[in-house]
């Protein structure tokens, strides 16, 4: 397999990363469970869910029943540029275009 890297939302063109994404999007997920479902060893599976938790895309919670397990959800402040990234736009292209649109539209006099 490709050894993608990458950095923020760019981290998503890794097919692993992609998938444990789409895991974890349908319910938050325990790396040992993340582990058996991908065939994956848990050291691979806690370095995958490391790059997304430091990109922001995920977040870990530790569990209120045993502190040391921790549990991975989507981070929902991530989640529409998640979906734009996976719709194969560039969010962060389009927020900057969008504010651009915004600033000149505010300096026009004559209304539409």
Same mark, same amino acid.
């Given at each position: 397999?490709?050894?993608?890297?990458? #950095?923020?939302?760019?981290? !998503?063109?890794?097919?692993?990363?992609?998938?444990?994404?789409?895991?974890?999007?349908?319910?938050?997920?325990?790396?040992?469970?993340? #582990?058996?479902? *991908?065939?994956? #060893? &848990?050291?691979?599976? /806690?370095?995958?869910? =490391?790059? *997304?938790? =430091?990109? =922001? !895309?995920?977040?870990?919670?530790? /569990?209120?029943? $045993?502190?040391?397990?921790?549990?991975?959800?989507?981070?929902?402040?991530?989640?529409?540029?998640?979906?734009?990234?996976?719709?194969?736009? $560039? &969010?962060?292209?389009?927020? /900057? &275009? &969008? #504010?651009?649109?915004?600033?000149?539209?505010? /300096?026009?006099? $004559?209304? $539409?």
């Amino acid at each position: 397999m490709t050894r993608r890297t990458g #950095s923020g939302i760019a981290l !998503l063109a890794d097919d692993t990363r992609r998938t444990i994404v789409a895991l974890i999007a349908l319910h938050p997920r325990h790396p040992t469970e993340l #582990s058996r479902e *991908l065939g994956l #060893s &848990l050291p691979a599976i /806690s370095r995958q869910l =490391g790059l *997304l938790a =430091g990109a =922001g !895309l995920v977040r870990v919670a530790r /569990s209120r029943i $045993d502190g040391r397990r921790r549990m991975y959800a989507i981070d929902t402040r991530a989640q529409g540029r998640i979906l734009a990234w996976l719709a194969g736009t $560039d &969010l962060a292209l389009e927020e /900057s &275009l &969008l #504010s651009r649109w915004a600033t000149a539209r505010g /300096s026009r006099t $004559d209304p $539409d």
